[in-house]
């Protein structure tokens, strides 16, 4: 197997590495150095190998596979084990074929990876959605004819916890210590009605750009049902010229960011050319004491931000925090992040970084839909809808899939009013959204995935 051989070669260059090592001192300068240069060459190696990933998987079940073309021949009794690299994931008979959701996981290290998923079923029609990592939209309900297949080629950003070798990011009580974004694989979700999936190509890709994304809770990716966030959905617009890298942690401020290593992270992986996406304010109003505030250590913070991205070469865009939803008793919507929104604004004009005010558009957004229907947009469900829910949920901060979908597309918007040089990867289905003019809730299709968590978020 092509992954057995890419993990063999892995091992017996670093046994030479080491070897090469323990012989240095029984030479001479001269020889040392020469021995310090064969030292680079199994890096050198292990690098080439790495940046020539390339994994293709046959899940059909005709004779005439692509085995011949180096395809890997998957059947349903395929589990991921870490020996093996790659398999079906997280559920015990959730395979290709079996009209339900299921989860395919392969092992591979940090980076962009291009993914080409060709859906459909010789015997049978298929309405397949994709996602990958934590919730990642990417396909959308899409529906095959019985002997129909279509292609779809997306970039996805695989991370890991490790920050170099030695030292990860932490994590608050809670966290995403066992998620699916901050580990050693690769996974793609598989949902719809009936999900069909007829081949798999993964690629590594280095010369595309990524967008990485730093906030709170209602950025962050989620595993679980019902949150999700604009942070998780915004791929789903955009095409394989791009990636998203998304680093958002519930209950985040903009120091606390720092602290937990995600910002040391991003510093790690953003290079020329990149895009760091900031959206904080919900966390960091709550931070009292003397020194702070928003026109000084928040401000003082996001200038700080802004010199380590461009430092390295990339581009930082400031995102307003996305409003609560509070309305006054004239159902008329209250601004609850006092002068952080305008804070982030003021400097976001002294410093020339472009600015998406999602406080705005999420205002509009929000009073479009008024008092009650306002409510589909975040995680507020009665008694019993899901398993063990015993009270109602009423939360006004943070969004269900439809919301999360809707500031999607306002990010998008954004994007396009400011002109920023990512319109050009923006997906030709994209159609010109109005917060004023929000997409029925009716029409919003969202298959859920099997995790489910009650559980309030960190933050407010």
């Known amino acids: 197997m092509l992954l057995c051989q890419n993990a063999l070669f892995e091992f017996f260059m670093r046994i030479i590495e080491k070897l090469i090592l323990l012989l240095l001192p029984y030479f001479s300068p001269h020889k040392i150095n020469i021995m310090k ?23 059909t079940d005709s004779k005439n596979s692509k085995q011949e073309n ?36 392969v092992n591979l290290p940090d980076g962009n990876y291009l993914v080409t998923a060709v859906i459909g079923n010789e015997k049978k029609a298929s309405e397949t959605t994709l996602r990958a990592e934590s919730r990642r939209l990417f396909v959308e309900n899409e529906p095959t004819k019985k002997g129909e297949f279509k292609t779809y080629k ?7 916890n490790e920050i170099r070798e030695g030292d990860s990011i932490k994590y608050i009580k809670g966290g995403s210590r066992n998620k699916l974004n901050w580990d050693n694989k690769l996974t793609l979700e598989f949902n719809g009605e009936s999900p069909q999936l007829a081949y798999l190509e993964i690629e590594r890709v280095d010369d595309i750009p990524t967008v990485f994304i730093s906030g709170d809770s209602t950025v962050t990716d989620y595993d679980v049902e019902p949150y999700a966030s604009w942070g998780q959905m915004i791929p789903r617009w955009f095409n394989d010229g791009i990636a998203f890298a998304n680093y958002a942690e519930s209950g985040a401020r903009l120091d606390s960011f720092k602290e937990r290593g995600r910002w040391e992270k991003i510093l790690s992986e953003v290079k020329p050319g990149d895009w760091v996406f900031i959206e904080f304010g919900h966390n960091d109003q709550k931070l009292s004491g003397p020194g702070k505030g928003a026109f000084y250590f928040y401000m003082y913070q996001l200038k700080e931000y802004i010199d380590e ?21 004239e159902g008329k919507l209250i601004d609850s992040h ?3 929104p305008e804070a982030m604004r003021f400097i976001a ?13 999420t205002g509009t957004l929000y009073e479009t839909l008024g008092v009650e229907d306002s409510k589909r947009a975040f995680v507020q469900y009665p008694a019993g809808t899901y398993p063990g829910q015993k009270d109602d949920l009423k939360d006004n901060t943070h969004f269900n899939p439809y919301g999360a979908y809707e500031i999607a597309k306002c990010v998008v918007e954004g994007i396009k009013q400011l002109d ?15 917060p004023a003019q929000p997409d029925s809730f009716a029409s919003f299709k969202w298959i859920e995935c099997p995790f489910i968590e009650i559980t309030k978020p960190e933050g407010n």
């Not at 997306?154 to 890991?160: E, I, L």
């Not at 920023?420 to 109005?434: A, C, F, G, K, N």
Request: charged residues 20%; negative net charge; proline residues 6%.
């Open 37 to 59: 240069l064969f030292l680079l060459i199994p890096g050198l190696l292990l690098s080439l190998s790495t940046f020539a990933q390339s994994y293709r998987f046959d899940f």
């Open 349 to 361: 004009q002294r410093e020339n970084v472009p600015l998406i005010d999602l406080q705005e558009m």
């Open 420 to 434: 920023l040089p990512l319109t050009q990867y923006i997906r030709e289905d994209y159609v010109t959204y109005d």
């Open 338 to 340: 006092e002068d952080y």
């Open 154 to 160: 997306f970039a996805v950003n695989k991370y890991s």
């Open 309 to 329: 991205v461009r430092s390295r070469g990339a581009y930082p865009v400031f995102l307003t925090p996305t409003r609560r939803r509070y309305f006054n008793d």
């Open 70 to 105: 180096n395809y890997i021949k998957v059947s349903s009794k395929d589990t991921y084990t870490p020996e093996k690299g790659y398999g079906f994931d997280f559920q015990d008979g959730a395979t290709s074929g079996a009209n339900q959701p299921f989860f395919f996981s």
